[in-house]
């Protein structure tokens, strides 16, 4: 009555109806496994048209949950009658091609919960419509998409190839990186099924939750950090050096600073946070300028009468720090760490930390997350931490004769997994980092 058969690389079910016709179905992006419960269902569908009987729930209910191309398919071969429209506003609604849909989303600078769109969150959208262009035709219809499509373009970023750079080390995509765009992917399906432009989310199968890894974490020592600051061409460049190693500040955030934000007096800095803005309360927050000031009175000496804004090399509009960074880097003899700007600001939360400049909920407030988050993608352990608690007291276990032998630890020139966490950096500090005022 049917069967399965592989057609190219596509399974397809042939069947013969009651009139003795043969059709055929084609199971696009399908596994065997998929493909044997369609066939299943086919099999029952088929054997109910022909003894004119009603289908199991069973059934029923898996043709009411189908995916919008499959149920096309099963109804141009007669298996099932095309959905009554249930009213006439959404029998008028235009479906919208792929690219216009998430040129107008993009455009609306919206998020699913109604606040406003930051800058960062704009940026990660608009690079998430190139990737599902690239994938799809962007002319394709919104409603044709399904959990196939879903599928599909998740295996199509896990073997997008891309160049092996300090980024991207392995030629492929992250995994949180993935599964960024996939959250992205859920974000604008989501808006399309609320504004009743597609019955369900093709993308609801696919895991979105970032996951905690320590790939490419490495604490960047102080010394080294002085080094580069030694060889940045200019007074903004040695502060915006110092803002992401020595306040913990995000990338971009040095950008959007004017001299209005320096509280000299009281000790701190204000930063606008264009990344939790749309949080209550969470828009502005304060970091000490401890380590930081001498490098804001040098830039302060060097600017020009009349400026406002501390960074004027750089708008916040521009994203392109990474380059000239590098070159910094290189310039100053050490090796590119990875994950440049992020590893800066979390080698400074793990400074504070291990340093105890203040309580964890405090620390992780000047950083502008929460303690969780502190927990989970911040904080690290390094072998440094054993040794800083082996020498800070007397042992109280049993004295032997003799002194252990110790060996050394690695230089830190290389920024390999056996040596990302060499690096103490508590005595980084207290020992080799210059005295700021």
């Given at each position: 009555m049917a069967s399965l058969s592989k057609?190219?690389?596509?399974?397809?079910?042939?069947?013969?109806?009651?009139?003795?016709?043969?059709?055929?179905?084609?199971?696009p992006g399908l596994k065997k496994s998929e493909a044997d419960v369609v066939l299943s269902r086919v099999k029952e569908v088929v054997a109910?048209?022909?003894?004119?009987?009603?289908l199991e729930t069973v059934t029923a209910t898996w043709l009411a949950g189908v995916d919008t191309r499959l149920r096309k398919?099963?109804?141009?071969?007669?298996?099932?009658?095309?959905?009554?429209?249930?009213?006439?506003?959404?029998?008028?609604?235009?479906?919208?091609?792929?690219?216009?849909?998430?040129?107008?989303?993009?455009?609306?600078?919206?998020?699913?919960?109604?606040?406003?769109?930051?800058?960062?969150?704009?940026?990660?959208?608009?690079?998430?419509?190139?990737?599902?262009?690239e994938c799809f035709d962007g002319n394709r219809m919104l409603d044709s998409f399904d959990l196939a499509d879903g599928r599909a373009f998740r295996e199509w970023m896990e073997q997008r190839k891309l160049e092996k750079t300090v980024r991207t080390p392995t030629g492929r995509m992250a995994e949180n990186s993935m599964r960024q765009r996939i959250a992205n992917c859920k974000t604008f399906f989501s808006y399309a099924v609320d504004e009743e432009l597609v019955t369900a989310n093709p993308f609801r199968n696919q895991f979105a939750s970032?996951?905690?890894?320590?790939?490419?974490?490495?604490?960047?020592?102080?010394?080294?950090?002085?080094?580069?600051?030694?060889?940045?061409?200019?007074?903004?460049?040695?502060?915006?050096?110092a803002l992401w190693r020595y306040?913990?500040?995000?990338?971009?955030?040095?950008?959007?600073?004017?001299?209005g934000d320096v509280l000299w007096s009281e000790g701190k800095l204000r930063v606008t946070a264009s990344k939790t803005r749309h949080h209550k309360g969470k828009d502005v927050r304060y970091v000490p300028i401890r380590d930081i000031e001498h490098y804001l009175r040098e830039a302060y000496d060097a600017a020009a009468p009349g400026d406002v804004r501390i960074i004027t090399g750089?708008?916040?509009?521009?994203?392109?720090?990474?380059?000239?960074?590098?070159?910094?880097?290189?310039?100053a003899g050490q090796q590119v760490?990875?994950?440049?700007?992020?590893?800066?600001?979390m080698s400074c939360e793990n400074d504070w930390l291990t340093k105890k400049e203040a309580p964890a909920h405090v620390i992780a407030a000047w950083m502008g997350h929460s303690v969780d988050v502190q927990n989970s993608h911040y904080a690290m352990v390094s072998d440094g931490h054993f040794e800083a608690f082996n020498e800070s007291g007397p042992f109280r276990g049993p004295v032997e004769s003799g002194n252990a032998s110790q060996s050394d630890a690695p230089n830190g020139s290389e920024w390999s997994n056996s040596q990302r966490n060499a690096s103490d950096p508590a005595k980084t500090l207290s020992k080799n980092a210059p005295t700021r005022t």
């Open positions: 057609d190219g690389k596509t399974w397809r079910i042939r069947f013969v109806d009651g009139d003795g016709k043969r059709h055929g179905i084609r199971l109910a048209k022909i003894s004119n009987q009603g398919r099963l109804e141009s071969v007669g298996l099932v009658n095309p959905p009554e429209p249930q009213n006439d506003v959404v029998a008028s609604k235009q479906v919208p091609a792929l690219k216009d849909f998430l040129e107008r989303f993009i455009a609306r600078q919206t998020t699913s919960k109604g606040h406003p769109a930051g800058r960062e969150t704009l940026n990660k959208w608009r690079g998430t419509k190139d990737l599902l262009l970032i996951v905690s890894t320590d790939d490419g974490k490495v604490i960047v020592p102080a010394e080294v950090v002085d080094k580069v600051i030694e060889t940045a061409p200019n007074a903004q460049w040695r502060l915006l050096i306040a913990g500040l995000r990338k971009m955030e040095p950008l959007e600073l004017t001299w750089y708008r916040v509009s521009m994203s392109n720090l990474h380059k000239p960074m590098v070159k910094i880097i290189e310039k760490w990875p994950n440049l700007f992020k590893n800066l600001r």
